[in-house]
């Protein structure tokens, strides 16, 4: 009986084809945005997870005063050397350490220039935070002591400075001073706030201090802990070993900030998983205008077909068989939307991921689950034209045109 | 409710049918001071009003009578689509109106065959299909489906026509794939409304050689309404009904 109601609703679908595509439309679009949305924000999340990983992992970033808000810091003097060989020297759980003082300066190489971000640090800075070199060398001991104009550049700066040729052995121009490229870095691409990773130029601390910034300050210790030690731990350790050096009195507050990349990632990835489920939310009200739409043509129908039905009860069908009729039709043309919507979200998706940057993450379950969604909006929405179908009087239904 | 009458209503409910033939010597249908009322108060219509009525098994019956005579409802609650307000309708010894909507179902499935005036086929959908249509009620197998309708519209001189859709059939050959798909589950009675009334009179009267054919080869109590008396001297038995009671009932002479 099933097998019977199943190949006459598909016989009614074919039969109307246009009809039947316009009705299922709306469970096709909510059922791709939902996959859609899933599928996207779940990428996205990856993107964050996998770029703060290539950031370095156990990384803790110490900072000047207390983060206030976007680009904001309280004042609060610097740090120096000094800081970074007590750290070292003080804390066992700290793997290596890079001091690095920044800059945005403007760079110029013949007729191009290009406003970066200059870094002095020193040969720590590419193993803390996962560098790879593509081609050249990183500082030599003695460029590092003597304070020698030598950089090494990333990828975005060699393309807008350098274009396709080697950049290894030319020189930049950076404020006063000429700096000879002696290394190029592998690309990371951006961050998950939309920073270019790539923007930098890296030379020795020694050189930024005395010949960019003027002074000997420490801006940032980038530190990565040993594997299997607690950065929480080593985090506190950091905190009470600097309030000390830097005669915080008890009860105030730090003025130097000191940062897991794991919280940060873990909240970025909240972020977009909130985000993810909201757009979601959003997307499956459409399903449920979806169903509206299949229950409206479910009782254009029943009204349709008023005789076939009154022939199916004279002849003596049951009423439950009737009822099942619809209801299978309807769980067939919602369930057909949402196949049409799974096969437009994977398309979408894959097209839309590469276009906004983010991995294209297969989620089998969210795809199960928005298939057996669109069954349900079928049952929901067909029961009520069902039902009338149903409880139609047979002597009645023979007798309308 | 006696012993013996539930047991009858037990053999009428189940399926595969009994075996035993339409009981001999006993009615098959019977109107026990039938009335149908429709609305209430001063409103009231009186569609039906204490008829009574006896058909054996094996009767070719035509009913005739104006409209509002009441034909129509008596033929509405003799098709068990209907149950009357007040009187008892017998089916085979059992009480229609004890029955629940289901049961009743159950019983024009397995006992009725209806051939309708407006032919009442199902839109492009084939006529072996159309004719398979109480078969799949009674969850019969695909290939004895196919089996039973093309014997069926053999039957009714339909061969070669299996494939054609209602709109590929002229009126005549429409009314025969009803009267197929009527007798396809080898009712015990047959109610025809007003059969011929689409038809043009050479059709009309194929139409009811193959009434009287089923009616005489295979024993199917035949009650069919109609308002042609030359289609009504096909019938052994007119019914005049008039002002919701049977005016009048008597043989008639058999086939003009």
């Known amino acids: 009986m099933l097998w019977n109601a199943l190949l006459l609703a598909f016989r009614e679908i074919r039969r109307n084809v246009l009809r039947s595509f316009l009705t299922i439309l709306g469970v096709v679009i909510g059922v791709a945005s939902v996959i859609?949305?899933?599928?996207?924000?779940?990428?996205?999340?990856?993107?964050?997870?996998?770029?703060?990983?290539?950031?370095?992992?156990?990384?803790?970033?110490?900072?000047?005063?207390?983060h206030m808000g976007p680009g904001q810091t309280s004042s609060a003097p610097a740090f120096d050397l000094e800081d970074t060989v007590a750290l070292e020297r003080d804390i066992p759980a700290i793997k290596s350490l890079a001091p690095s003082a920044t800059d945005s300066i403007t760079a110029v190489v013949g007729n191009a220039s290009w406003a970066t971000s200059v870094n002095g640090t020193d040969n720590r800075f590419f193993s803390v935070r996962n560098w790879t070199l593509e081609r050249g060398r990183l500082f030599s001991a003695s460029e590092l002591s003597g304070g020698r104009a030598a950089c090494v550049i990333g990828a975005t700066v060699r393309k807008e400075l350098f274009g396709p040729q080697d950049p290894i052995g030319s020189n930049l121009r950076l404020k006063q001073i000429s700096c000879e490229v002696i290394g190029l870095l592998a690309g990371k691409g951006q961050s998950s706030m939309g920073h270019d990773q790539d923007d930098l130029v890296v030379m020795p601390l020694r050189t930024f201090q005395r010949r960019i910034a003027g002074n000997q300050d420490v801006t940032l210790i980038q530190v990565s802990i040993r594997d299997g030690e607690s950065t929480e731990r080593a985090k506190t350790d950091i905190e009470r070993l600097l309030r000390e050096r830097r005669k915080v009195a008890a009860g105030e507050q730090d003025n130097f900030s000191v940062r897991d990349m794991k919280e940060v990632a873990t909240m970025l990835t909240g972020t977009t998983q909130v985000l993810t489920t909201l757009l979601s939310a959003v997307a499956a009200v459409s399903l449920l205008v979806g169903g509206i739409g299949i229950m409206n043509i479910m009782l254009v129908s029943v009204t349709e077909r008023t005789r076939e039905i009154g022939i199916r009860l004279a002849i003596g069908a049951l009423e439950r068989e009737v009822l099942m009729q619809f209801l299978v039709e309807a769980v067939a043309l919602s369930s057909l939307g949402g196949v049409l919507g799974i096969l437009l979200a994977l398309g979408a998706s894959i097209g839309l991921a590469d276009i906004l940057k983010v991995p294209f993450v297969f989620n089998g379950g969210i795809v199960l689950t928005a298939f057996l969604f669109s069954a349900a909006v079928g049952v929901i929405f067909g029961y009520f034209p069902a039902r009338r179908a149903a409880r139609l009087d047979p002597i009645e239904a023979l007798r309308r045109e | 409710m006696t012993a013996a009458t539930a047991s009858a209503k037990n053999a009428l409910l189940t399926w595969p049918r009994p075996a035993s033939p339409d009981p001999a010597g006993q009615p098959l249908l019977e109107f026990r001071q039938v009335s149908k009322i429709y609305g209430t108060g001063t409103a009231a219509m009186r569609a039906l009003d204490g008829v009574d009525l006896r058909i054996g098994p094996g009767e070719f019956v035509a009913v005739m009578g104006p409209s509002g005579s009441g034909k129509s409802t008596a033929m509405n609650i003799l098709g068990c689509l209907d149950t009357p307000s007040a009187g008892s309708y017998l089916f085979r010894g059992v009480a229609v109106e004890t029955l629940s909507h289901d049961q009743r179902a159950r019983l024009r499935r397995h006992y009725l065959g209806f051939v309708f005036q407006g032919f009442n086929l199902l839109n492009r959908t084939s006529a072996l299909e159309n004719v398979e249509l109480p078969l799949?009620?009674?969850?019969?197998?695909?290939?004895?489906?196919?089996?039973?309708?093309?014997?069926?519209l053999a039957q009714v001189g339909l061969t070669g026509w299996e494939g054609h859709t209602p709109g590929e059939l002229s009126g005549g050959q429409q009314q025969r794939v009803a009267i197929a798909r009527a007798i396809v589950t080898e009712p015990s009675l047959l109610l025809a409304d007003e059969p011929t009334g689409n038809l043009d009179t050479a059709r009309s009267h194929e139409v009811m050689e193959l009434l009287v054919g089923l009616n005489r080869d295979q024993g199917i109590t035949v009650l069919m309404v109609t308002h042609e008396a030359e289609m009504a001297a096909y019938a052994h038995r007119i019914i005049h009904f008039r002002d919701g009671r049977v005016a009048d009932d008597g043989h008639a002479g058999g086939p003009v």
Do not use: C, D, F, W
């Not at chain 1, 779940?42 to 000047?64: D, P, W």
């Not at chain 2, 004895?144 to 069926?152: D, L, P, Q, S």
């Open chain 1, 36 to 66: 859609v949305m899933v599928t996207l924000g779940n990428g996205a999340t990856r993107a964050v997870a996998t770029q703060i990983e290539s950031m370095g992992s156990n990384l803790l970033m110490i900072r000047k005063g207390q």
């Open chain 2, 136 to 152: 799949i009620y009674r969850r019969a197998p695909r290939t004895e489906r196919h089996a039973r309708a093309r014997a069926a």
